[in-house]
Structures are given as C-alpha cells and as structure tokens.
C-alpha cells in the first residue's frame, strides 16, 4: 500500500443542464457513476492527464479548461485502501465520438437535476451541489 495519496483528475463537460458521466468499470466504486477520471501518470501534466482519461472513458478529446474543484476520495477502513487527492477542471468537447471506453462500463449525458437517482461515487455528491450552485473555482469538499 501507498503511504501517500495519490493525484487523480476529473474532466467535467456540461451540456446545458446535462453532465457527461461514466459508470465505473472498476474500482474503487466500480458500478457508480462519476465525471470522467483518474490517476496521473509519473511525469504527466494535470491537464495532460484529464484529456487522456477523457479519450480513454469516453472517446471524446476535450480541450481543458480552469480548474472547477478540488477534493479527496478515502477508502474506509484502518487503513484506509485508498487515498486520492481530486482536481477536476472543465472542459469542452473538441472532437472524437462518444463510447464507453476501457475504465467505463457505461457512459451518459444526465441532467444534473437527475443525478441523485443514480448510485454515485462518494466524492460526486460535493461536486455536484457545486454545479448546481454555480460554485466557485478551487471549492473544497469537506471545507
């Protein structure tokens, strides 16, 4: 086990009223659905990281844009199985076709007023009051 967290990115791409989410292939919460994701890779740029987890996830290339959110997402248990530290940035859709891709079983537009029907990953609940809220830049979860 890592003794330390670890960086992850989330790519946020709004329709309108409409969030793109993928259902998680694996875990952690593998089944619930989440922004587009995950963990950046040694020598990897935050940004660099979010439009490949974007093309993997979803087959869409994406330009990214400021950063929306930052949070963490903690496995239960002593010790915990996971530790990661969220920064999740907008982002537009520049090209490529949309498709569940390798980490995503499923991958959806939902309305942001549908999102509470639908089994999500811990760390989307504060994200999503954000969106609704028209929240602020760099808002953390927990603070």
Same mark, same amino acid.
């Given at each position: 086990?890592?003794?330390h967290?670890v960086?992850g990115?989330? &790519?946020?791409?709004?329709?309108? %009223?409409?969030?793109?989410l993928?259902? #998680?292939a694996? %875990? ?8 587009? =994701?995950?963990?950046?890779g040694?020598? %990897? ?6 439009? #490949? %987890? ?18 963490? =997402? ?5 010790p915990?199985?996971?530790?990661? &530290? ?10 490529g076709?949309?498709?569940?891709g390798? @980490?995503?079983?499923?991958v #959806? ?6 999102? @509470? ?17 028209g =929240? ?5 979860? =927990?603070?």
């Amino acid at each position: 086990m890592d003794e330390h967290p670890v960086p992850g990115v989330g &790519v946020i791409i709004l329709d309108g %009223e409409s969030l793109l989410l993928v259902r #998680r292939a694996h %875990e952690p919460g593998a089944g619930r659905w989440a922004v587009p =994701g995950g963990k950046v890779g040694w020598g %990897e740029t935050l940004a660099d990281a979010a439009r #490949r %987890e974007a093309l993997e996830e979803t087959g869409l290339e994406v330009e990214v844009g400021s950063v929306f959110w930052v949070g963490e =997402g903690i496995g239960e248990g002593d010790p915990a199985p996971w530790h990661y &530290v969220l920064i999740d940035f907008l982002a537009s859709i520049v090209g490529g076709d949309l498709r569940p891709g390798s @980490d995503a079983a499923e991958v #959806r537009w939902v309305r942001l007023d549908e999102t @509470d029907d639908l089994p999500l990953t811990d760390s989307m609940r504060p994200l999503l009051a954000s969106l609704r809220t028209g =929240g602020s830049p760099w808002e953390m979860m =927990g603070t």
